[in-house]
């Protein structure tokens, strides 16, 4: 009996159904509705968490750079970092607000009249008559019955300028001085297998937006130091005003210094003495000078971002959030670009040779050519995965 009972034959297990099933799509679809809801709604709430992120992400490199060099404790560091921040700010503002206040006073009285002046020259000719009867009147502009409307909402935006830096600065502050405890809390929502990886994607993410940061800082103080040399050389009157806001637009890739531009071209129609070619030869050899030197030397520790990729981004979040939209388009990008590479290329499409610093994106069509031979002597891919990996995950972040 017991061999009988033995020989059984095995009963086959029944297929599974591996599509999702009504209620699985229906949470799914509701997931995505609510995180569009967040996103429409509170827009401008999220571009300030991310604003104030990428300051976190500045302070804790600086701070940890200090700590490095000087062996003092992690919190100390940061504390040393925010006053010298807020004391170089204080005393920037001491030392040039005065001149920089006039200057820009002087630029709003003289812009009006550069814009009269250029009117003047297009209705000279028929095509510039055309475009000047399409053009809105300044006198409507600044007619007597929106002033009140124009002052208050001035007013009302200085306000909300104010308590968004105040935000900014403070979330900042915040997620330098403990930024493993908002990571731990952000992978303990995942499931234990996807912590390691997310770790790893958040170590990238912050590595990218470290370089990023610290490379487009150095590229403001470089341009707004030739454009303020130049203009100075030049004989523009308003040099030091005009180098800030070329400064300040550098956060805006193409389209900001061509908007800096602007207003040193208008103001040189202005002086007869000064020559307008010459301004236009300035602010065209300072972008040739960002693109062709500095901006490959940020990318080489970041992403590359392909123009149309930059443009379309600068044109959605500025829809959704305005002038802050604008200012967190470009390093929003380049974080969505290495979770791509990394959670979609990576993992999902098991595209190990793929690599995540700009270096590598410019490699790939030669590591394509090079597959070839690496396959015919033997040498196998998976180790690219870990070569394309430029960080280490970090021992706090919980597996």
């Not at 000719?125 to 009867?133: L, S």
């Not at 500025?318 to 590479?341: C, D, N, Q, S």
Request: glycine fraction near 10%; include cysteine; charged fraction near 15%.
């Amino acid at each position: 009996m017991r061999s009988a009972h033995s020989h059984q034959a095995p009963v086959e297990a029944k297929p599974l159904d591996a599509r999702p099933s009504g209620w699985g799509i229906a949470v799914k679809l509701g997931v995505v509705a609510a995180l569009l809801f967040v996103v429409w709604y509170a827009g401008r709430v999220l571009l300030l968490a991310v604003a104030g992120v990428l300051l976190g992400v500045l302070l804790s490199a600086a701070s940890g750079w200090l700590h490095r060099w000087t062996r003092i404790r992690e919190s100390v560091c940061l504390g040393v970092v925010l006053v010298s921040l807020v004391a170089a700010v204080a005393g920037l503002g001491w030392w040039v607000g005065e001149t920089v206040a006039a200057q820009a006073a002087e630029l709003s009285r003289a812009l009006p009249e550069a814009v009269k002046s250029v009117r003047t020259s297009l209705e000279q000719h028929t095509w510039g008559r055309w475009i000047v009867e399409r053009l809105p009147d300044s006198g409507s502009i600044l007619s007597s019955s929106q002033t009140l409307t124009r002052v208050t909402g001035f007013a009302s935006t200085s306000l909300s300028i104010l308590l968004d830096v105040v935000v900014i600065f403070f979330v900042g502050a915040y997620a330098a001085a403990e930024p493993k405890v908002y990571v731990k809390g952000f992978l303990h929502l995942l499931p234990k297998p996807r912590r390691a990886r997310a770790g790893e994607v958040i170590e990238a993410v912050g590595t990218t937006l470290r370089w990023w940061m610290a490379g487009k800082l150095c590229s403001m103080a470089i341009v707004g130091l030739l454009i303020g040399i130049g203009l100075w050389i030049i004989g523009i009157k308003l040099a030091l005003v005009l180098a800030l806001v070329a400064m300040v637009l550098e956060l805006v890739p193409n389209f900001g210094p061509l908007i800096a531009a602007v207003p040193a071209v208008l103001l040189s129609l202005l002086d007869k003495g000064t020559s307008v070619w010459a301004v236009v030869g300035l602010y065209a050899g300072v972008q040739m000078v960002e693109s062709y030197l500095l901006l490959p030397l940020i990318q080489r520790r970041t992403v590359y971002l392909p123009p149309a990729v930059t443009i379309l981004a600068l044109i959605l979040l500025g829809w959704l959030g305005g002038v802050l939209g604008v200012l967190v388009a470009t390093p929003l990008t380049a974080a969505a670009m290495v979770v791509i590479k990394m959670l979609y290329v990576q993992d999902v499409l098991d595209d190990h040779g793929v690599v995540v610093t700009a270096a590598g994106d410019r490699q790939d069509a030669s590591d394509d050519d090079a597959d070839g031979a690496d396959a015919k002597a033997g040498i196998s891919g998976d180790g690219g995965r870990e070569a394309s990996q430029p960080v280490a995950r970090d021992p706090g972040i919980p597996r």
